[in-house]
Every structure is written in C-alpha cells, then in structure tokens.
C-alpha cells in the first residue's frame, strides 16, 4: 500500500491512563513518529492519576500540539475513549486504543491503519501476547499465553488474518464507533466484548490482523490478578445479561470453578465434596508441570497457580454478578 492512500486518513490515538507515570512519556515518545504520517493526534485521558501522570502528561502536551490532555473524571477507560471520541473525534477517520502499560512495535499504528484501508475494516483488532520480569509476574505471563490460561483464544495465541467476532481492541472506525454508541460506561470490565457484539449485530466488520501485536505485562501480584479476572468475570456477565450471548466454551468450562470450590466446604459433613475441586486442581497442576517439561520453562507448576487464580475468580465474578441481578430483579 502506498504511502498517499496512508496519508489520506486521520487517526485519533487514544491512551486511557490511571496512574501510569513510568511508561506514558515512553509510549508517547514511541508514538510521536506516526503522527505526520498518518495525520493524526495523541490524546491522554487521565482518570485522575496521583503519581505525576497528569504533570507529565500536561508537559507532553505543551511540548508538541499533536499532543492533547483530557480529563476522564469517571476513571474507567471506557469512559475515557468516549469522551476522547466525543470532544476531539471530529474530522478523524479512525480511533485508535492504546493501553498505557504495554509495549507496541514502531510501526503499530502504521500497520493498523494499513490493514484497515486495505479490508475496508470497520475494526481492526491485534493478537496480544503477555510477558512478565518478576518470577510471579513471568509465571502469569507463561499462564496467560498458554491454553491453560486463555483456552485458546485467538487474539491472546494469533492466527493468520481473518474476519472475526472479537478482539484485543486497536483501531475502529469513528463512524462505526459513534453508530453503535461507543462503549458502555457501566462496564469496567469487558466493555471491549461488549462493543464487539454492537458492532456485529449493526453489521460492521471486524478482522483480526496478522500484520502487527502488541505485548502486554500482566499483574505482578496474586491480589490485583485476582480483582482483574474477578472483574472480567462481572464484564462477561453483563455482557450475557444485556444481550443473552452465552459464553463460549473455552468460558463455559472455568464457570463452575467457584460453585465446586464452595461445594467443597461440604467436605465436613462428606470427604466426597472435595473431589471434584481436588480434580480441577490437579489437572491444572499437571498441565503446569507438562508445560514447563515440554517447553523446558521452569515456572510451568506457579504458571498453573497463576492459572487457577484466574479461573476462580472469573467465575466467582460471573456468578456475583448474575446472582445480584437476579437479587435486584425480584425485589
């Protein structure tokens, strides 16, 4: 493709932030490049960060036009791209989501907005891989690449480029995004799958690229691991409540974690109780040790550990959410 059909779109580059001030002037830096050929602007959307983000970010600004400050007063990034969208969208052709605590090729955005002219995408979404540099955090990044982790998910594994019906969220068409609404603000969690089913159901067109990823780096401690995944479990569970989409099966399965891990309190009145949690912990357990002899990585066994946090608490958050629906429906 050549260089004039690039130029002859706009892009809106958009980082939802929260409290990121040792990666945003490096993402910015890695950013900047992109922004004459592709005519476009960064927008760094605060949620009221208190460790300078917003000093550095206003500084950025400053420094370069091409650089925009916005205040996200609700916090959540889904708000913070709509309000981006809303306020500085016009005139753009596409939005592009950049997450503040990952890494991008140089080219990323080029490659984005090329493989969009080229499908005539209304949405281009990434594979993501995941890596960590603390042995907690290297454990959850093996545990997150792996089928054991995300079932085998497409955008976490890649594949050859295909149309899809969802994605690690990269680029999206501003009309197609304002069309359908843009995210919904009550999710903070899953607000991408969310958007994907609007989009699909509107007919706009999603593909999945293989000319460009990302990388991301996962929580670095068992307890934010568990709030994140416990999270994406009350994300899916909107999503099904909202639009009855039934899970797929790579997330039906890990569902009834949480009902057999409580099942097994019953264990004081039958030793039975305990085995079916005891089975699902020792099969991922096992896998651990299979990956980590298979693929000669040593933190296969925590990589399993990592991996049952964020089973059990994708289904613990699921059901919390789908159980304080039904409380609220019959009150």
Same mark, same amino acid.
């Given at each position: 493709?050549?260089?004039?059909?690039?130029?002859?779109?706009?892009?809106?580059?958009?980082?939802?932030?929260?409290?990121?001030?040792?990666?945003?002037?490096?993402?910015?830096?890695?950013?900047?490049?992109?922004?004459?050929?592709?005519?476009?602007?960064?927008?760094?959307?605060?949620?009221?960060?208190?460790?300078?983000?917003?000093?550095?970010?206003?500084?950025?600004?400053?420094?370069?036009?091409?650089?925009?400050?916005?205040?996200?007063?609700?916090?959540?990034?889904?708000?913070?791209?709509?309000?981006?969208?809303?306020?500085?969208?016009?005139?753009?052709?596409?939005?592009?989501?950049?997450?503040?605590?990952?890494?991008?090729?140089?080219?990323?955005?080029?490659?984005?907005?090329?493989?969009?002219?080229?499908?005539?995408?209304?949405?281009?979404?990434?594979?993501?891989?995941?890596?960590?540099?603390?042995?907690?955090?290297?454990?959850?990044?093996?545990?997150?690449?792996?089928?054991?982790?995300?079932?085998?998910?497409?955008?976490?594994?890649?594949?050859?480029?295909?149309?899809?019906?969802?994605?690690?969220?990269?680029?999206?068409?501003?009309?197609?995004?304002?069309?359908?609404?843009?995210?919904?603000?009550?999710?903070?969690?899953?607000?991408?799958?969310?958007?994907?089913?609007?989009?699909?159901?509107? #007919? +706009?067109?999603? $593909? &999945?690229?293989?000319?460009?990823?990302?990388? *991301?780096? /996962?929580? !670095?401690?068992?307890?934010?691991?568990?709030?994140?995944?416990?999270?994406?479990?009350?994300?899916?569970?909107?999503?099904?409540?909202?639009?009855?989409?039934?899970?797929?099966?790579?997330?039906?399965?890990?569902?009834?974690?949480?009902?057999?891990?409580?099942?097994?309190?019953?264990?004081?009145?039958?030793?039975?109780?305990?085995?079916?949690?005891?089975?699902?912990?020792?099969?991922?357990? #096992? +896998?651990?040790? $299979? &990956?980590?002899?298979?693929?000669?990585?040593? *933190?296969? /066994?925590? !990589?399993?550990?990592?991996?049952?946090?964020?089973?059990?608490?994708?289904?613990?958050?699921?059901?919390?959410?789908?159980?304080?629906?039904?409380?609220?429906?019959?009150?």
């Amino acid at each position: 493709m050549s260089s004039d059909q690039v130029t002859s779109a706009s892009s809106l580059i958009v980082i939802p932030c929260l409290n990121e001030a040792l990666h945003i002037e490096a993402l910015v830096a890695k950013l900047r490049p992109s922004l004459t050929p592709l005519n476009a602007a960064i927008v760094i959307a605060d949620g009221g960060s208190r460790d300078g983000t917003r000093e550095i970010a206003r500084r950025l600004a400053a420094e370069d036009p091409r650089v925009l400050f916005l205040d996200n007063p609700k916090r959540i990034q889904s708000a913070a791209v709509n309000r981006a969208v809303a306020e500085l969208g016009a005139g753009y052709d596409y939005l592009i989501r950049i997450d503040a605590h990952a890494t991008y090729p140089d080219d990323y955005c080029e490659r984005l907005v090329e493989d969009a002219l080229a499908t005539d995408a209304d949405s281009v979404v990434v594979a993501m891989q995941t890596e960590g540099f603390g042995t907690f955090q290297k454990a959850t990044a093996f545990a997150q690449n792996s089928k054991l982790g995300n079932g085998g998910s497409k955008h976490r594994t890649g594949a050859a480029g295909h149309w899809t019906e969802h994605g690690h969220h990269a680029l999206m068409r501003i009309e197609a995004f304002k069309a359908v609404g843009g995210y919904d603000e009550s999710f903070s969690h899953n607000e991408d799958a969310e958007l994907d089913y609007r989009l699909k159901k509107a #007919g +706009y067109r999603i $593909w &999945m690229t293989d000319k460009t990823s990302m990388v *991301y780096y /996962p929580r !670095a401690r068992l307890i934010p691991l568990f709030r994140q995944y416990f999270g994406y479990g009350r994300g899916r569970a909107k999503n099904f409540l909202k639009h009855r989409a039934m899970p797929g099966l790579r997330q039906i399965l890990p569902l009834a974690v949480a009902p057999l891990a409580f099942g097994a309190l019953l264990a004081i009145v039958n030793w039975m109780a305990v085995v079916p949690v005891g089975l699902w912990a020792a099969a991922c357990l #096992g +896998y651990g040790v $299979w &990956m980590a002899l298979g693929q000669r990585n040593p *933190y296969g /066994p925590l !990589a399993a550990i990592s991996a049952m946090v964020m089973h059990f608490a994708w289904s613990a958050g699921f059901w919390r959410e789908l159980l304080d629906f039904r409380r609220r429906v019959t009150r």
